[in-house]
């Protein structure tokens, strides 16, 4: 069991040596390009988006349950060393913040929450999904890495999707990035996709956050994991998200800022080499790039998105706290600070929902708020 569990890191530590097929022919597609290599490139990817999803674009939002967090990563706006003001919505909390994206429009959601066992536990996930589960058509969890058996109940209660990034694949800066807590376990992270495929989940996403790491040797890292998980975990679909790093609170910089050309470049080489493979773009890029990346290669966006929990409604403002060493303490709220909690990061792109969806029908696109009813995709 233990040399399935870590299969992949063999693979990773020997990229600078050895690649695939696939990942050599990734390397070349990300290598500089002119700008008219760029374009017939991503005349690839357009044409292929289109042969295998259509003009169809899937439509989520993010639902965020809790930003406590046992971990301190330097990057994160939900560290703990940052005096945040912080909150976790109850499952009716939840629930009301569920309805508001519900009337927007949307049936599928992902659950987000910092990574706190002591306020998001297990059986506290499994609470809220089996709560929205009657109006969602798919919800999917992008939480703390779980065991196996731990995950069972959380797919068992209506969860199908299992949503993890690694941050980073250099184990070196990784190391520098995540100072305390379980996160600072690089193996049992990048482990922590196939635990879930075990567990029954039918999507699996998987990205890194660009910013943290040279993007070109980043994006080989990513490549190479997607096409071990496309073979490992062959029964559920796969998605790759790229999202980029936002200002959020504790003020990190970027050390490897990433350009909107290199984000574009990266969408296209992804499309090529991963034809089937769902592109995830969130609302941490702004407007104008976003309408163009869904022209290429983007298959799924989240719109109208919060990144704070209570965003949508103002849930549970009166229980807004700051956390002391896991010590609930006052919230010393200044005139001047709004009651609410903080949130993950700054958004870049500020519409609605609906002025999302407009934009994609004007570009000849179709909004697809809706997955395929649960009963119709059971293995």
């Known amino acids: ?57 899937r439509l989520f939002a993010p639902l ?32 009301k913040e569920a309805r508001h994206l519900a009337a927007a429009g949307f049936r599928q959601l992902l659950l987000v929450a910092g990574e706190h066992p ?11 999904i089996r709560a929205l589960r009657d109006d969602f058509s798919s919800i ?12 069972v109940p959380i ?52 990205g890194a956050l660009f910013g943290l790491a040279p993007w070109r040797e980043e994006a080989i890292a990513l490549a190479a994991h997607l096409e071990y998980l496309l073979k490992r975990c062959w029964k559920s679909s796969l998605t790759v998200s790229v999202p980029r790093l936002r200002p959020a609170a504790g003020e990190f910089r970027p050390h490897f800022p990433m350009s909107d050309r290199d984000l574009v470049h990266l969408v296209c080489a992804l499309r090529v080499t ?13 407007a104008a790039l976003r309408d163009l990346l869904v022209k290429i290669g983007i298959t799924m966006m989240s719109a109208g998105s919060h990144t704070e929990p209570g965003g949508y409604t103002g849930q549970g403002r009166e229980k807004v706290h700051r956390t002391v060493r896991g010590r609930i303490m006052p919230p010393e709220i200044s005139p ?44």
């Not at 002591?118 to 809220?128: G, H, M």
């Not at 996160?183 to 999507?203: I, Q, V």
């Not at 949130?343 to 792109?349: H, L, M, N, T, V």
């Not at 500020?350 to 909004?367: F, K, T, V």
């Open 274 to 286: 991963f034809p089937q493979v769902g592109i995830v773009l969130s609302t941490r890029e702004p």
């Open 336 to 379: 001047s600070e709004p009651d609410i909690a903080t949130s993950q990061f700054e958004i870049g792109d500020p519409r609605s929902p609906q002025e999302i969806a407009a934009i994609l029908r004007r570009n000849g696109m179709e909004p697809v708020w809706k997955d395929w009813d649960a009963a119709l995709m059971e293995r």
């Open 155 to 206: 797919v068992e209660a209506g969860a199908e999707g299992l949503v993890v990034y690694q941050e980073t694949y250099d184990r070196a800066i990784y190391d520098q990035l995540h100072l305390a807590g379980p996160k600072k376990d690089f193996g049992w992270r990048l482990a922590c996709s196939e635990r879930g495929y075990d567990a029954g989940f039918r999507r699996i996403g998987i």
């Open 64 to 95: 965020y349950l809790s930003n406590e967090c046992i971990n301190n990563c330097r990057y994160c706006g939900f560290s703990r060393e940052n005096p945040i003001l912080r909150v976790t919505l109850s499952v009716d909390e939840v629930v």
């Open 140 to 151: 999917s969890i992008e939480v703390a890495p779980m065991e196996t058996e731990e995950y």
């Open 118 to 128: 002591k306020f998001v536990s297990r059986d506290y996930l499994a609470e809220c």
């Open 1 to 57: 069991m233990e040399s399935i569990i870590v299969a992949f890191a063999p693979i990773l530590d020997n990229l600078p040596l050895e690649k695939s097929e696939t990942v050599r022919s990734f390397s070349a597609l990300i290598a500089p390009k002119t700008n008219a290599e760029l374009d017939r490139l991503a005349g690839r990817a357009r044409a292929l988006t289109r042969q295998h999803f259509g003009r169809t674009m």
